[in-house]
């Protein structure tokens, strides 16, 4: 079993930038494919990027260009360098973890980030 913890989330900017990060807990960090998500008021939460165990990225369409997601295994963290944030980007943003062929049954407390215009 994983525990995440997201931190990194604040007021910025539109055009601006922020970094989130999330620290695991448990073992084999490195054998589980990783995920941001995020939920903004009134609607369902969505998956904006995902990093598997082997390295491959994944982005929505949304964040592509703007966001990179990156990971150490060293550190058992997961990073999600945000830039050029538009009002949009405003949510609560997840941080998941699934092993290999599984679902995302991880799952951090979430961090606010607020865009303003």
């Known amino acids: 079993q994983v525990q995440l913890v997201e931190s990194g989330g604040g007021l910025v900017q539109a055009g601006g930038s922020l970094r989130l990060s999330c620290a695991a807990s448990?073992?084999?960090?490195?054998?589980?494919?990783m995920g941001w998500f995020r939920q903004a008021p009134g609607k369902e939460r969505e998956f904006v990027v995902g990093i598997r165990w082997s390295g491959l990225i994944t982005y929505v369409d949304s964040v592509k260009g703007r966001f990179t997601i990156s990971r150490d295994n060293a550190k058992s963290t997961v990073y999600l360098q945000m830039n050029s944030l538009k009002p949009e980007d405003t949510a609560v943003y997840y941080c998941?973890?699934?092993?290999?062929?599984?679902?995302?049954?991880?799952w951090g407390q979430g961090t606010q980030v607020t865009v303003s215009s």
């Open positions: 448990g073992r084999s960090f490195n054998s589980y494919d």
């Open positions: 998941a973890a699934r092993r290999v062929g599984g679902s995302y049954d991880y």
